[in-house]
Structure formats: structure tokens, C-alpha cells
């Protein structure tokens, strides 16, 4: 996590960021969403909203207000389906007659390795599946979306979860939950898979931007140097967990213990999650390998 920064706007009003760009603050703070949950809201006819959010009356009522005089919501789009992002979606869409776009449901864009462990009894970390999510329209990789005066690319991002996408407006990206300038994103088994998560990072550091507009926290005016610190991260993590392990074989929950020493005892539950996404990416690069069954549970050794 970052030290705290200056992104400190008042919930509910809408702040242009650039042309046909806005953006609400949803008044939801917490540990895993920072100050709240960013909704934008794109265009200046017919709008495109990005991720309207946690079931809040307010926050409906203030992307409500938002929307002038001239203007409708014509799209209602879902990066994915976490608690914080999605339920308001149906809502909206209702009270304003558009439909609700997304990758899928909740399960959709999950890795084969992770289907695995859910049909051996693994279960969700507690980081808040919206599991009623449905899209009136399912969307896929590289389609694009259009308004009156804008175009999104539709960029799947999988990693933080499976049905995860980003949406490219010209050089500008909005990366929901993947890249966040504020902490690293969570990525916690069997909804997030590492392995897809560095290659949503690769995908996404190839091309040239010139912003990120995230999903919780300011928006990243470095966007190539900020994808660079999150794979230095992720590799700086792998090489902790390999040096633990070559002394003696760990559980998650052991490594988390060790890796993460100033980590408040509430959000360790969640560090264990990120070990065995790093455990379960180890195993899939023969790099490591469980003492027995491939559970959250198992201690893992290196491969030799």
C-alpha cells in the first residue's frame, strides 16, 4: 500500500477529468476500497457509466443528478462483479431504460487451474462476489462500444477476477481494480488468478497510454511506470515466498505470517489469498510443488 495521497473528493459530486470524462466518488471507504468506489460517467450526450457501484440509494440518486440536461444513459458497464462495482448496476439501468453491459457473471473468464479448486471444495476468500450479476449484454475481448462522440475497447484483464475487464478511450484506460495507484490489487484464489494477472499486466504495458483511471483512487499520470512497479512487486513477493521456502517447506498462512510482518492481523486472511495465488502460479511454472494434496491448506516445497 502507498503512503496516503491528496485524492480526497467529496462523494457524490461529479468532477470532470477531461473532456466527455467525469467522475463520482460512491461513499463506501474502507480498507479494500480506499476512499470509495469510482464511477465515471463518459460522454456529453448519450453517457456510458463505468462501474456504478455498491447498492447505495445515494450514490444512485447522485449519478442521477449528474446526468444534464440533454444527456441520457444510453450503457451501464461492469468491469466486474465485486460487491463494490456492480449491484447498482440493475437499478440504474431500470430507472434510465439502458442495459447493463460486463464479461459475464461472476464465474465467467475463470481459469481452468482455479475451476480445480472450486470443484475440490475451495471457496471464495470473503472479498465479495456479486453473484446475482447478469449482463443484459455479454461482452468479449478487442469489441468496441459507442456513444454519440466516444468508442471503449473492450480489454480483458483477468487476474483480480475472471470476468475483469479494462476500457480503453483513446490513450486513456479506465483499469477498475486492475492497476490502482493508491495499493496493489488483490488477487485472491479461486476468483483471482495470478498467472492471468501478469499477463493483464504484460498486455497492458505493451501499449502506450497516457492515463489510468481506476477504480478506487486518483488517476495515474504514469501509466507505464505504474505497471512496471506492480510487476516489480508481484516478482519481488515470488522471490520472498522462494527464499522461505528454500529453508523449509510453509503453509500460506506461515508465509503470510513471515512475508507480511506489518500487516494488521484483519487483512492477513486476504495476504494468505495472495501467497497461494503466488503458490498456485509457482505450481503452474514447476517452480513449487503442495507436500500432498494441491489445497489452501497443504505446505508447499521447492521443486527439485
Keep these: 500500500m502507498q503512503a496516503p495521497d491528496d485524492f480526497t473528493p467529496p462523494p457524490g459530486l461529479p468532477e470532470e477529468l477531461q473532456p466527455g470524462v467525469r467522475r463520482l466518488l460512491a461513499p463506501n471507504p474502507s480498507p479494500m476500497t480506499y476512499r470509495g468506489t469510482n464511477t465515471y460517467l463518459i460522454g456529453t450526450r448519450d453517457l456510458a457509466v463505468i462501474d456504478p457501484g455498491p447498492q447505495m440509494e445515494s450514490h444512485l440518486e447522485a449519478i442521477i443528478a449528474a446526468v444534464q440536461p440533454g444527456q441520457h444513459i444510453s450503457h451501464v458497464i ?21 442495459s447493463v453491459y460486463g464479461f459475464g457473471g461472476s464465474e465467467a473468464g475463470r481459469s481452468a487451474i482455479m475451476q480445480e479448486l472450486v470443484a475440490a471444495g475451495m471457496k471464495s476468500g470473503g472479498e465479495g462476489i456479486d453473484r446475482a450479476f447478469s449482463p443484459d449484454i455479454t461482452l468479449v475481448d478487442g469489441e468496441f462500444l459507442s456513444g454519440e462522440g466516444w468508442e471503449l475497447e473492450v480489454i480483458h484483464t483477468p487476474g483480480h477476477l475472471g470476468n475483469h475487464i479494462a476500457l480503453a478511450l483513446g490513450d486513456a484506460c479506465f483499469t477498475a481494480d486492475h ?43 504514469a501509466p507505464q511506470e505504474r ?9 519481488g513477493r515470488e522471490a520472498e515466498i522462494l527464499s522461505a521456502l528454500a529453508t523449509a517447506p510453509a503453509t500460506p498462512a506461515a508465509l503470510a505470517r513471515l512475508i ?27 517452480k513449487v510443488e503442495p507436500c500432498g494434496e494441491f489445497a489452501e491448506t497443504a505446505s508447499f516445497q521447492l521443486r527439485v
Aim: glycine share 8%; net charge neutral.
Design 78 to 98: 461492469v468491469t466486474h462483479s465485486h460487491l463494490d462495482h456492480s449491484p447498482l448496476a440493475r437499478g440504474l439501468a431500470e430507472r434510465c431504460g439502458a
Design 179 to 221: 492497476v490502482m495507484g493508491w495499493a496493489s490489487s488483490l488477487v485472491s484464489p479461486p476468483d483471482g488468478d495470478l498467472t492471468d494477472f501478469m499477463a493483464s499486466c504484460a498486455r497492458l504495458r505493451a501499449r502506450d497510454w497516457r492515463v489510468f483511471y481506476p477504480g478506487h483512487g486518483g488517476a495515474i499520470t
Design 227 to 235: 505497471l512496471d512497479w506492480l510487476i516489480a512487486h508481484r516478482q
Design 260 to 286: 507480511y510482518k506489518e500487516t494488521p492481523a484483519a487483512l492477513l486472511p486476504a495476504a494468505e489469498r495472495n501467497v497461494f495465488a503466488h503458490l498456485v502460479d509457482l505450481v503452474g511454472r514447476s
